[in-house]
């Protein structure tokens, strides 16, 4: 049963690029939450997505951020004109339900996002 | 609002001696807790979740984390160090009420000596 996926592991852009950034859920989940860790600051909730909506997005910056969840393929993390202080590791996470403590969320390895 | 606070940003002990983590956690209601390990550029493995149905939870590798209301506190434990443990451990807090978001400690970074 495969993980959590995420790519690319690595990726490096220039200021004013765009960042795109991939999860596949494990099979069977249709929950997907994004959380971002910045150096010296933890990890953080960005957006959390079912199929084709949107349900939490309060951890988003207002501008230059989107996500999304469509019926078919991969959740995608977008940053628009990224910026130096984009760099970090964001995270996806997926679950089977919502917030149920037995059926916790699992862990993609990371895409970490480097900005010259 | 729920949170957690981890008491140690860093623990060291030596290989084969006791770990003890420590968590605290602010909940209007009965919370959700979980505790991960996140070992260097990987992402973040569970170790256990307390689900209300024993306040002593077992968990993998030998951890195991006691919930004490009384005390609001969720502190993680294992008998005897092992080298592999050496990584970051992060308590977490679901939060239920909100579509289970998962509020995050600032981790505590655990080094094992020879």
């Known amino acids: 049963n495969a993980g959590v996926m995420q790519n690319p592991r690595h990726l490096v852009r220039r200021r004013g690029q765009e960042a795109r950034l991939r999860c596949s859920p494990m099979?069977?989940?249709?929950?997907v939450y994004w959380y971002r860790q910045l150096p010296e600051e933890g990890l953080k909730f960005m957006v959390y997505?079912?199929?084709?909506?949107?349900?939490?997005e309060s951890g988003m910056p207002k501008e230059r951020f989107s996500a999304e969840f469509p019926k078919e393929g991969p959740s995608i993390l977008r940053i628009q004109q990224v910026v130096r202080g984009d760099s970090a590791a964001y995270f996806c996470?997926?679950?089977?339900?919502?917030?149920?403590?037995?059926?916790?969320?699992?862990f993609g390895d990371g895409t970490r996002l480097s900005i010259l | 609002a729920q949170s957690v606070t981890q008491l140690d940003s860093h623990v060291s002990v030596s290989e084969g001696t006791p770990v003890l983590l420590r968590c605290n956690y602010s909940?209007?209601?009965?919370?959700?807790l979980f505790w991960y390990v996140q070992h260097p550029n990987k992402g973040l493995q569970l170790l256990l979740k307390?689900?209300?149905?024993?306040?002593l939870v077992k968990g993998i590798n030998g951890f195991e984390a006691e919930f004490k209301k009384s005390e609001t506190s969720f502190h993680l434990t294992k008998p005897s160090a092992h080298m592999s443990d050496a990584a970051e451990y992060f308590c977490?807090?679901?939060?239920?009420?909100?579509?289970?978001?998962?509020?995050f400690g600032q981790g505590t970074e655990l080094s094992v000596k020879p």
């Open positions: 909940s209007s209601y009965s919370p959700s």
């Open positions: 099979k069977g989940h249709s929950h």
């Open positions: 977490v807090v679901s939060d239920t009420n909100q579509g289970g978001k998962l509020i």
């Open positions: 307390y689900t209300s149905a024993a306040t």
């Open positions: 996470a997926s679950s089977p339900s919502q917030g149920r403590p037995n059926q916790p969320q699992h």
């Open positions: 997505l079912q199929k084709e909506n949107i349900i939490d």
